[in-house]
């Protein structure tokens, strides 16, 4: 979307950032509790516009474009990229992102870069780490806490006051710790 089709900025937003393949229109409806909100293939990149989802009049959930798919051209990846920039850079009413990455794969190149421009730019960020139902729960644990091990490493502030979760689309695990977090941002804590 260029900036003329996006909503007033007024209100509050929170994005949802992420790998084209994470799950990201599975959890937005789950945490939405709205089954078909964001629309979900078995394609990734289908999210090829910033999307966003009223929850009432002054708070929207935004669903961005998957980043890292292979198969989707490098002209459309580079439009992408420059229009999720200009949103992330310009939006006041952003509150801050969901880094939604795959469990079983967290913090690869892409994602630290998205972590990194969040620090930058002092957007505040959580991490979700999605299907963790692929995993046990020990597992699925023990990726969560190296995670944000390699999050505390950096001895940056930002980063530091960063949380992870993991969350289980389809069996609802995680919904209520991301909407807290939700919660926080939405209300200005």
Same mark, same amino acid.
Do not use: C, Y
């Given at each position: 979307?260029?900036?003329?089709?996006?909503?007033?900025?007024?209100?509050?937003?929170?994005?949802? %950032?992420?790998?084209?393949?994470?799950?990201? $229109? $599975?959890?937005?409806?789950?945490?939405?509790? =709205?089954?078909?909100? %964001?629309?979900?293939?078995?394609?990734?990149?289908?999210?090829?516009? =910033?999307?966003?989802?009223?929850?009432?009049a002054t708070r929207r959930l935004v669903d961005l474009p998957g980043y890292g798919y292979a198969k989707v051209p490098e002209a459309v990846r580079r439009a992408w990229g420059t229009m999720v920039g200009e949103y992330l850079r310009g939006r006041q009413s952003l509150q801050g992102v969901v880094l939604l990455m795959d469990v079983r794969r967290p913090l690869m190149t892409l994602d630290r870069q998205l972590v990194d421009w969040c620090r930058v730019a002092d957007l505040p960020f959580c991490v979700v780490l999605t299907k963790c139902d692929k995993l046990s729960l020990s597992r699925a644990r023990s990726a969560r806490a190296e995670t944000l091990r390699h999050l505390m490493a950096s001895n940056d502030p930002t980063v530091s006051k960063a949380r992870v979760m993991l969350l289980s689309a389809s069996r609802g695990n995680g919904i209520e710790d991301v909407w807290q977090w939700l919660d926080g941002w939405f209300e200005g804590e």
């Open positions: 979307m260029h900036g003329t089709q996006l909503p007033q900025d007024q209100g509050k937003e929170v994005a949802f %950032a992420g790998r084209s393949n994470v799950g990201k $229109s $599975s959890a937005i409806n789950a945490i939405t509790g =709205i089954r078909s909100l %964001a629309r979900t293939s078995k394609t990734p990149g289908r999210t090829q516009q =910033i999307n966003f989802f009223e929850l009432d």
